[in-house]
Nanobody, 116 residues
């Protein structure tokens, strides 16, 4: 049974930082592309960042380039998203996903709120 468990969300002031973690189990972690999505109230879910199994291919949404950084530790079956220079518009539920071929798994999400 595949499980993805996100953590690290919270309330942060504009300009602040957070690090999100997603611990995976029940899958061969290195064979999955890991992605972070987010969904703000009233908006569609959007892809924020993705990273290939060996961390060779990394991509970001234009809205977060230069501010967010995705990484993974295959020894710990964990993917991270470092959020920096946060803006109120970054407020959303952040979801971790694992994708390989037709297999696509989701975590339960972690809330990030950017507000003064």
């Amino acid at each position: 049974q595949v499980q993805l468990v996100e953590s690290g969300g919270g309330l942060v002031q504009p300009g602040g930082s957070l690090r999100l973690s997603c611990a995976a189990s029940g899958l061969t972690f290195t064979t999955y592309v890991m992605k972070w999505y987010r969904q703000a109230p009233g908006k569609e879910r959007e892809l924020v960042a993705s990273i290939s199994g060996a961390s060779i291919y990394i991509d970001y949404a234009d809205s977060v380039k230069g501010r967010f950084s995705i990484s993974r530790d295959n020894a710990k079956n964990t993917v991270y998203l470092q959020l920096s220079s946060l803006k109120p518009e970054d407020t959303a539920v952040y979801y971790c996903s694992a994708r390989r071929g037709a297999g696509h798994y989701w975590g339960q999400g972690t809330q990030v709120t950017v507000s003064s």
